[in-house]
């Protein structure tokens, strides 16, 4: 499996940016509605962090976010694609940090009391906020 994510630059605060997370090499027939699916974010020297995820379809499909970014960041995802998406408004300096997206075969829930493991990562998008 290959996730390549992609919409990461130099924006300001209060800012708006769309990341995408483009998913190949599925197992044939599979879509993203079967792995549960997430955003995360690391900056230099700190641990990465789960941001946003969305549960595998069958255990509910539902979305959960972390309380820093709730309400500013939205995750989807196109099947028809294989794409996964966070759309980031309202963004601040401490946003900044490389985005990664992950997907996973086994975890029925993206997220319970803490954000699993994932198999499946990209490489990383730059996201700096700014003035």
């Known amino acids: 499996v290959q996730l390549v994510e992609s919409g990461g630059g130099s924006v300001q605060p209060g800012d708006s940016l769309r990341l995408s997370c483009a998913a190949s090499?599925?197992?044939?027939?599979?879509?993203?509605?079967?792995?549960?699916i997430a955003w995360f974010r690391q900056i230099p020297g700190k641990r990465r962090e789960g941001v946003a995820c969305?549960?595998?379809?069958?255990?509910?499909?539902?979305?959960y976010y972390v309380d820093s970014v709730k309400g500013r960041f939205v995750i989807s995802k196109d099947n028809a694609k294989n794409e996964l998406y966070l759309q980031m408004n309202s963004l601040k300096p401490e946003d900044t940090a490389v985005y990664y997206c992950?997907?996973?075969?086994?975890?029925?829930?993206?997220?319970?009391?803490?954000?699993?493991?994932?198999?499946?990562w990209g490489q990383g998008t730059q996201v700096t906020v700014s003035s």
């Open positions: 090499g599925f197992t044939s027939g599979f879509t993203l509605d079967d792995y549960a």
């Open positions: 992950a997907a996973d075969p086994s975890n029925y829930y993206c997220y319970d009391n803490g954000f699993p493991s994932y198999d499946w």
């Open positions: 969305i549960s595998r379809t069958e255990s509910g499909g539902s979305s």
